[in-house]
């Protein structure tokens, strides 16, 4: 697992051999974005499986509560995570209820978790192919945070878009808020574009709205952690004054985001939980004081895109997904089209000629 705290000073990889080392490190956040969030979680439970020592089915089935539990209570917001450990939670009882054996029963969890990386790739690819379509063909494009590579086990969700359209020849120039407090875009999305050769200014948080008065953003796009059923969405905070922002000034804008983000199961964005993280996360940086010893507000980690900013927006989820849907518009075990009917705004599902099922929601 690469280090991302320690971008772009160090490339520093963790190799780890306990699920409970997997859970601190998602906490710790030395991964983190959703999507590369519900990975990890997944390939979590899949090493406390392989690895624990229950002789017994049985044992196995005493055991694997706790191992989904402490996988779980790593991190609220992003609802991949959860859908992560219930995809392999109903894997494992699958096999259980068929009364594998255990040592087969730990290959085939293993062989999930990779099922479900080999997924996160095909869908950020899918997620691509079609957001570089809605990109200008020239110009500043703006995203926030880091919704890349380094978060999603693929190509990237709102970078995968970038980096698609770059390919396809389109002369984009991306715009990098440096996202306070932790800086995921000075330190990762600047990082990973200029990596990967994509032009790129470095700009401060407060900058955002100078650059959109003076015209010369041609489109946002970002990830997002959680979206709710009415497509209320949590990204990470300053998300929300971006999009205001865009509004105001005529700017398009776009989140990209797979099918595991939808967390169809709540109505709106205030029913998401949004992580706070520690005070020192604003008052220190690498470990130094920055400020006085003062009060510090509480610090949200995401923050929600409601209505209020929705409105007259082109707010567009590119997603794709080979479980959460299966190939004819189907979800294991559920009726067909499933997020028409439970409720995505103006949700339209269609397959492209791999059997790739993408989802293309608009609100407006």
Not at 109 to 135: N, P, S
Request: hydrophobic share 45%.
């Amino acid at each position: 697992m690469l280090d991302q705290r320690r971008l772009p000073g160090e490339v520093i990889r963790h190799t780890y051999t306990d699920y409970r080392d997997v859970a601190a490190a998602i906490k710790d956040m030395v991964i983190r974005g959703a999507p590369a969030i519900g990975v990890a979680a997944a390939m979590g439970v899949a090493l406390g499986v392989e690895r624990s020592n229950a002789r017994t089915l049985d044992e196995l089935r005493a055991e694997f509560p706790g191992i989904c539990q402490t996988i779980a209570q790593t991190r609220p917001t992003a609802v991949d995570l959860f859908w992560a450990v219930e995809r392999m939670t109903r894997r494992f009882e699958q096999l259980a209820a068929a009364k594998t054996l255990p040592d087969a029963l730990r290959r085939a969890m293993v062989e999930e978790a990779r099922a479900i990386h080999a997924e996160k790739r095909a869908t950020d690819e899918a997620m691509g192919r079609y957001g570089a379509d809605l990109m200008p063909a020239a110009g500043q494009v703006m995203t926030h945070c880091n919704a890349g590579a380094l978060a999603t086990a693929g190509i990237g969700s709102a970078l995968g878009v970038i980096r698609v359209a770059v390919e396809r020849g389109h002369k984009l120039h991306v715009l990098v808020p440096e996202t306070r407090p932790y800086l995921q875009g000075a330190r990762l999305t600047a990082w990973e574009l200029h990596e990967g050769g994509v032009p790129l200014t470095l700009i401060t948080d407060n900058m955002v709205g100078h650059f959109m008065k003076t015209g010369s953003v041609g489109a946002v796009v970002v990830g997002a952690d959680r979206i709710a059923a009415n497509g209320d969405t949590a990204n990470k905070i300053g998300t929300y004054q971006i999009a205001v922002l865009a509004r105001e000034h005529g700017v398009p804008f776009y989140v990209a985001a797979p099918v595991s983000t939808f967390d169809l199961t709540i109505s709106s964005g205030e029913q998401i939980p949004i992580e706070e993280r520690a005070a020192e996360e604003v008052t220190h940086l690498c470990g130094v004081r920055i400020a006085p010893d003062v009060a510090v507000a509480p610090q949200p980690v995401a923050v929600l895109l409601l209505e209020v900013a929705q409105q007259d927006l082109d707010l567009e989820a590119a997603a794709a997904e080979n479980d959460g849907l299966g190939a004819a518009g189907q979800e294991p075990g559920g009726d067909p089209l499933a997020l028409e009917q439970r409720g995505a705004p103006q949700a339209k599902l269609g397959v492209d000629h791999r059997g790739v099922v993408e989802d293309q929601a608009a609100w407006r």
